[in-house]
């Protein structure tokens, strides 16, 4: 059991036997009246997102999430095929459970698979990923912090600085979806 006030994004909570992942958390202090936490949160097994408020002395129950690295192999139609890279032991997941990292997913990169109880919560990315840009407007000089569309190897659209030409290596933050560094 934890504290309401101690609710963070990406906690699992037990909330009268369903389990729900926290998406979003806020802490609110009205003028008058005691302090809340409201919780964006998503139940993991309907997948139907919901928002709930909490006393900040209310305890929640918090579950422990076990992690998994996979690899991501294929697509098949709307079917996505991961391997657990130490046992070779292969996963199918329907494009609803990796709709969320999808812009994201290139082969052969390691994932993250979150499961609680044996059952499979989420997916999560590394921090940082590269792609290569496969099409975008010319370079060109322009104003500080001007961006610009770039296709990039897995055929997602990031935005870029106005200096990425074809070909470059670009460092994308998976957490904002932004440009981070040319690689």
């Known amino acids: 059991m934890i504290n309401a006030t101690q609710i963070r994004v990406g906690d699992i909570l037990k909330i009268e036997g369903a389990l729900f992942r926290v998406l979003k958390v806020v802490h609110i202090t009205p003028g008058k009246g005691n302090a809340q936490i409201q919780a964006d949160m998503r139940n993991i097994r309907t997948g139907i997102k919901t928002n709930m408020r909490f006393r900040s002395v209310e305890s929640v129950e918090e579950v422990e999430a076990e992690s998994k690295e996979i690899t991501f192999l294929y697509q ?6 991961f391997m657990d890279p130490k046992t070779y032991e292969q996963y199918e997941f ?24 044996g059952e499979r919560i989420s997916m999560s990315l590394p921090q940082r990923m590269s792609f290569t840009v496969e099409q975008c407007d010319p370079p060109a000089k322009g104003i500080a912090g001007a961006t610009k569309d770039a296709t990039v190897d897995n055929g997602s659209v990031f935005k870029v600085p106005l ?5 470059d290596v670009v460092v994308i933050d998976t957490e904002t979806g932004d440009y981070f560094e040319k690689g």
Do not use: A, M, Q, W
């Open 94 to 117: 329907p494009e609803s459970f990796v709709e969320d990292i999808l812009r994201y997913l290139k082969p052969e990169v390691n994932y993250t698979l979150l499961t609680c109880d």
């Open 163 to 167: 200096f990425i030409k074809p070909g």
């Open 76 to 81: 098949d139609g709307s079917i996505y095929h």
